[in-house]
């Protein structure tokens, strides 16, 4: 059972399955239940278990009602760079991981092109949710508006804070937006590193699913290219930071 309060002061309490611990007092603002930090993902030292468990549980905005699962981020804790998507697709909702299916395949062939290990890199999505339509047996995936994107940001945030990463690569708008915290344009940024709070930078460029959608090879063939050297850029950048440190 877990209790929840509302501004009014009344407590209430919901049924949980059996054998699943509360994790977190969730606060009702706005309309919606929030999932605050708990105290052990307040301290320094943030334990991304923690927040993953935590994550497992947000009902910050509709989309886990049709989702299977939060697909939380992956990767090492100490990992210098954080790459940041726009939310799971099919496959990753039914994974419980990101970047599985065919973007994420395109994005591991980019990341070892431009010389960087996807296992020393964390990986994650604005939005932890899938949001899609059914279309028959099919589920069309559908892009995460602004209130979905900042009612999510809180883990990018808790995240951000748990990694402490040099490096963040916002692949595509709703990255761009989640990072930023505001509507980015993607090519009046890309390719260029862009100075974020605690000396941390980052990097925009687009998602990898844009490549799936090009018109044709030639087109394809391009954009991976511009794709591969934003990454290059993002590994001369660690290179440069690890040197410095």
């Known amino acids: 059972m877990i209790f929840m309060s509302n501004p009014n002061g009344i407590e209430r309490n919901l049924l949980r399955p059996a054998g699943i611990e509360p994790l977190a007092v969730m606060t009702f603002l706005n309309g919606d239940w929030k999932t605050p930090m708990t105290t052990a993902s307040r301290m320094s030292g943030l334990s991304l278990k923690i927040l993953r468990q935590e994550a497992r549980h947000c009902r910050a905005c509709h989309l886990w009602k049709n989702a299977t699962q939060t697909v939380f981020g992956e990767g090492p804790q100490n990992a210098q760079m954080m790459l940041v998507g726009e939310q799971?697709?099919?496959?990753?909702?039914?994974?419980g991981k990101p970047f599985v299916g065919p973007a994420g395949l395109m994005l591991?062939?980019?990341?070892?092109?431009?010389?960087?290990?996807r296992r020393k890199v964390y990986v994650t999505n604005a939005v932890k949710h899938f949001k899609f339509v059914q279309r028959g047996k099919i589920r069309l995936h559908q892009k995460p508006n602004t209130a979905e994107i900042k009612a999510c940001r809180q883990w990018y945030e808790r995240e951000?804070?748990?990694i402490k990463p040099a490096l963040v690569v916002?692949?595509?708008a709703t990255a761009a937006q989640c990072v930023f915290n505001k509507i980015t344009p993607i090519n009046k940024n890309r390719g260029r590193l862009i100075d974020l709070d605690d000396g941390i930078k980052a990097l925009v460029t687009v998602h990898p699913s844009y490549l799936l959608r090009q018109p044709d090879a030639d087109a394809k063939a391009l954009e991976y290219a511009r794709f591969v050297d934003d990454f290059r850029i993002a590994a001369a950048a660690l290179r440069k930071s690890a040197r410095a440190a």
């Open 108 to 117: 591991d062939r980019a990341l070892e092109e431009a010389g960087i290990d």
């Open 160 to 162: 951000l804070a748990a």
């Open 170 to 172: 916002a692949m595509g």
């Open 88 to 95: 799971p697709g099919d496959k990753e909702d039914l994974a």
